[in-house]
Every structure is written in C-alpha cells, then in structure tokens.
C-alpha cells in the first residue's frame, strides 16, 4: 500500500505536468478511434493494427517494416533506410539486431505488445543480450517502443556508446512527404528538398554540407544543426502543410538517458529522426559492464506519434501536448511483469522544500532549478552517468520540489539553478518502495570568498546563449568567420559593452583568411573604486563547454597568473555546433597586490590555440572582491 506522504508526492507531481497540458489534453498514446487492437503473424512477420494506425513487424531484426496512419505511409520504402531501425555505435563495432526470437508478451482488445529478442552468441561486437517491444493500445496514434539490454554475468566485458534507433520518414518525385522540420522556437523550418539535398556541396567535414539552390542556397546544414536538449523539447519531428501530415518521436520519461537534464544530442534531419539513449555525442560517458557484472537497463517507453487534418505549426503543437500527456502518465501502468520498469508501488519518492542562501545575491530564488537523484561512479557527478537511470523535476516558485517514480536506491541528490554558478550536492538519499523521503528544507548555501560582486558576465544557467551568436550558434562553420567579426584581442569593457554583442559565445583560435592560426586575446577592462591592503580576489570561471583546451589567465599584463584544464571536457561542441558541453566552474584567487585602484583588465587565452577543434564556451564571470563596495 502507499503510504500518504508518497500519494501526496504523486499527486502533486501529477498536477505540475498537468499545468502544462492545454485544456483539451491529449491522451497519451494519441487520441484516436476506440477500435480494438488487432495482430496478425505471417511467418516472421507481425501485423498490429487498431483502426487508426497499423504497423508491420520483421521479427529478425526487430524494426518496422511499415507504419500506415489511416493510409499514408510514414516509413521510407524507397531508400537506404527503408525500415525504423536500431543500431550500435559505428565502424568495426556497428551492430544492428538480427536473428531475433519474437514471442507475443500481450495479446488483448486493448493492447498489443510483441517482443524481438536478439541473444548474445559471441559473434556480435557488443556482448549484450537486446531485447525490444512495440506496443499498440487501442486509440492510440502511434506506438509505443522500449528496449532492453541485458548482460548476464557469463558475458565478458563490454560497452556501448552511440545506441539509438532511427526513423526516416518518405519522400517522392523529389519531394518529401513531410517538407517542415520541427526541434524547438529556434528550428522549424521548410527542409532543403531531396532534389536540392542530391546537388549539395560536400565540405571537408562530412556530415555539413552547403546547398547551390533553392531557399538554402549558399547556406549550410549537419545533423549537428538539429542537436537538442530531450528535456527541454519533449518532442521532435516532421510535418507538412501540403499534406496535413505529422510523424513525431515524443518522449514520456527521461530516467533512462544519461548524464544529466542538460545533456543533447542529434534529433532530426532531412526527413530522418534520430532518438540517441547514451546521447554519447557532445562528450560521451558510454555504458561500461565488466565480465562477471550482471546489469540490465531499460530505455523508453517512447512514442512513435502521427498526427493529421492541420498546417505543420499545429501538428506540431498537437505533438507538444502529446509529450505532456506521456509524461504526466509516467510511469506507465500498462507496462507490467518488466523487473526493470517496476510500477508505481514498487517506486518511491523523495520530497522537500531547496531554497538557497547567497550572501552576495540575496533576491536569488530555487525557482525553476533543476533537481534529481543520480547514482555516478566514485568521483564523478550526474554528467559522467550513464549505467543507472537518472530522476530529474524543477523547484517549484515556492521552494518546493518532489521527485516522483524512483527505483528503490542510495542516490545522490543534484541541484543547480539559473542565477548561481556550480551545484549542491547531498549525499545518501535513500529511496524506499512505496515511502517518500521526507527531506524537509535543503538549503544550499553559496560558497563566496569576498564580500561584493565588482562586476557579471552573462549569466549563469550552463549554455552560452545569451553571448554573441547565441541565436545561431547551430550553423555550421561560425568559428571560420570569427576573425572577421572580431579584433584580437577582443576587448570587453565592463559598464559599456553588452554580453550578446562583445562577448562571443566559443572563444578558439584567431584565423584570417589562411594565416596560421594565432591564439584569441580576450580582456576584460573594469575599473575598483577601492582596495583593501590584503586579501584575495577571487576570478570566478563558469564554462558551458570546451574541447582540448587549456585556459590562461593573466592580470595587467604580469606573467600568467594561472593556466588550467576546464573538468569536464570534450564532445567537440564547437564544430558540432552546439552552445555548451559538459559544465564545470574554475575559481582563481588574484591577490589584491596585483589589482590598482582605478583601470584593471583580465586577459584570458586558450593556449592551444593551434588545435582548429580547440575551444572554450564561458557560460559566465564574475570578479569576487574583499572588502567594502563604495
């Protein structure tokens, strides 16, 4: 039975996502006729249907041969990727299942779920067992997807790190079936045309390519121009205003994905989706399991969506109410006799009031901050996590936050919030089934060294959007065009310059035309009204991302003060066109001696500058002073 206390955690956590369902919500699953579910075997072949949607099966390798909303197919039939399709990393380790075993877990009126199981023989690159199930409930418009991996303890060792299936929706005569394209506010868009993708314009960076004609002429795009935050999305995909059609991924719950709520990856592009669960781009943890470990995870459910009758920009919409469905009915109750998804009563909860106490920002509120439960190897935090399952919610206005649907676990409980750089960070949080832990207040009080603020950069919230390019950071090639945009050094002027104008979102190398590269000079002038006869500054460096990259510091104009590696880096976010990696935040102590009264300046330089993927994307900078402020 449920205690109270976690009753209270689910309703409330059932009202909060609930706020974010319009008045005529969507029912997960799709809201479609009440037709019974239907399936038909042919041979290897399995056959769901409800009246709204049907779907074609190949057992063998466990992908959709087909998938028909009402009449219109929504699968490619005519290309290289002419099946919904899984797949495992890539190179010698590129692995698609294959010679499954498929079985009927649920065969009723209401719903259908079959599973194809590829067992381990040694043979294959990955030494996991794969498992995976469509699911067809009657109403829905869609399909519901999950996998399990599974590696028994008789396995040798092994690791994954790019896992995910892809879906590559038709095109015809040169057209697609679905011409818009939809990630978030930012991207949603008429796609270039098959036609205009044939004549495209290769660079040395294979996936980027620029286009001779056509609304995208002299223009380029990647599948890295797509990459998203899941979190913040919920939802991806296509859908036409020519043909009132909509194909959708549309996410449910996010405890399967790793490294964190702030973690992207590739989404969608040129008429294919592309659902990543190690989102291993960006900076990639990868599943590790050593010989004799016995470990299994499940990823999803998901829902693989249609929709129909209306213009592209309301299809879109409808899938957006559609996500809020799937994750206010999260976890889900069909789904049963899984000891990897338990239900609702076999989970628990954790509850409680994160306020923060910053001396040096006393207005600064929990509002809106991420918080969650992760399980990281020794040494690490939620970024380096992929083998468990990760909980994440937001603190609501007043404080509160509840952290639903646990797997009973020791966790560590993460938060960080928009407005204050790093993260708290609480140490054995038990979750029992059935029991919500009762954390009572959690206050998080910032660490500060000084006693005002001389002057901000940014803000922080971990990304890098609110500087120069932060509106188009996902184009490729900006940092070509860096060296005609700005000087070098580029001069920040505190009181006078403006962060989306004078400050770039990537600092990397200095580069005119074929010059050799030089290293990027980035200086900040302030002025101090006062100083105090000893003490500490104290240079706070939050970073949103960086790549092979070693940042030094000096102060006007003595040697370097300090040179250090950014914690956290990798995942190239640079050339993949993102605006952040994985976090992390640098203090640097200036001692007071080396400051004047009057004009200062801060110079910062990536001294491997010679190095074209090497980079630094500040997320924000502050100057932490001793004394009093005049």
């Not at 015809?172 to 314009?201: A, C, F, Q, S």
């Not at 050593?290 to 470990?295: P, S, T």
């Not at 459910?301 to 309301?314: C, I, K, R, V």
């Not at 993927?613 to 002073?625: C, F, I, K, N």
Request: net charge negative.
């Amino acid at each position: 039975m449920l205690q109270p206390a976690l009753k209270h955690l689910i309703a409330a956590w059932t009202l909060c996502m609930l706020a974010f369902v319009p008045a005529h919500a969507n029912v997960p699953g799709g809201s479609g006729d009440l037709h019974a579910v239907t399936l038909a075997q042919h041979g290897e072949e399995y056959d769901l249907a409800n009246g709204n949607v049907s779907f074609s099966i190949d057992g063998p390798t466990a992908t959709i041969a087909d998938f028909h909303f009402h009449k219109d197919e929504l699968v490619n039939r005519n290309g290289r990727h002419d099946q919904i399709y899984w797949s495992m990393d890539g190179g010698e380790s590129y692995q698609n299942p294959g010679h499954c075993q498929c079985f009927v877990k649920t065969n009723t009126p209401d719903m259908v779920d079959v599973g194809c199981k590829e067992k381990y023989t040694g043979a294959q690159p990955h030494a996991f067992d794969i498992e995976i199930h469509y699911v067809l409930r009657r109403g829905a418009t869609g399909i519901y997807v999950y996998a399990l991996l599974s590696h028994p303890a008789s396995y040798p060792a092994t690791s994954v790190g790019e896992w995910r299936v892809v879906w590559q929706t038709p095109s015809n005569g040169g057209k697609w079936l679905l011409e818009k394209i939809y990630v978030d506010n930012t991207r949603h868009w008429v796609m270039p045309t098959p036609d205009e993708l044939e004549h495209r314009i290769p660079t040395p960076i294979k996936e980027i390519s620029f286009f001779r004609s056509g609304p995208w002429a002299n223009r380029g795009e990647s599948k890295y121009t797509y990459s998203a935050t899941y979190e913040d999305i919920g939802t991806f995909g296509f859908a036409s205003d020519v043909n009132k059609l909509g194909a959708w991924t549309v996410l449910g719950g996010f405890d399967y994905y790793n490294d964190g709520p702030r973690k992207q990856d590739l989404t969608a592009l040129d008429g294919g989706m592309t659902h990543h669960f190690g989102r291993n781009h960006y900076g990639d943890t990868g599943i590790h399991v050593d010989a004799g470990e016995e470990w299994s995870k499940i990823f999803g459910p998901f829902l693989l969506y249609a929709n129909g009758g209306s213009d592209g920009d309301t299809l879109w919409h409808d899938a957006q109410k559609q996500a809020a469905a799937e994750q206010a009915a999260w976890p889900y109750t069909w789904l049963t006799g899984v000891p990897e998804y338990p239900p609702a009563a076999q989970r628990g909860g954790v509850l409680g009031t994160f306020t923060i106490a910053d001396k040096l920002k006393p207005t600064q509120t929990a509002k809106g901050a991420w918080i969650g439960l992760a399980q990281p190897p020794p040494g690490l935090d939620f970024q380096s996590e992929t083998k468990n399952y990760q909980y994440w919610s937001h603190v609501a206005a007043d404080g509160t936050f509840s952290i639903p649907s646990v797997r009973p676990g020791v966790y560590t409980l993460y938060a960080f919030v928009d407005g204050e750089v790093g993260q708290y960070v609480q140490r054995n949080v038990t979750v029992t089934a059935g029991t919500a832990t009762q954390l009572g207040n959690v206050q998080w009080t910032i660490p500060r060294t000084g006693d005002y603020l001389a002057w901000e950069i940014g803000k922080p919230d971990r990304d890098s959007t609110e500087f120069h390019h932060g509106n188009d950071y996902f184009m490729p090639y900006l940092y070509k065009g860096f060296a005609l945009e700005f000087p070098n050094p580029l001069v920040y002027t505190v009181g006078v310059s403006k962060p989306g104008r004078d400050w770039n979102y990537a600092q990397s190398s200095y580069r005119k035309d074929k010059a050799d590269p030089e290293p990027w000079r980035w200086r900040i002038d302030f002025n101090l009204a006062q100083l105090p006869a000893k003490g500490d500054a104290n240079l706070i460096i939050a970073i949103a991302g960086s790549d092979r990259a070693h940042v030094q510091v000096s102060v006007n104009g003595d040697a370097p003060l300090t040179t250090f590696t950014p914690e956290f880096g990798g995942g190239n976010a640079l050339l993949r066109q993102g605006s952040h990696g994985k976090y992390s935040v640098k203090n640097v102590a200036i001692p007071v001696s080396k400051l004047h009264v009057g004009k200062n300046s801060i110079e910062l330089v990536n001294t491997d500058y010679k190095l074209e993927p090497s980079y630094v994307m500040y997320d924000y900078l502050a100057l932490e002073m001793p004394g009093s402020e005049q």
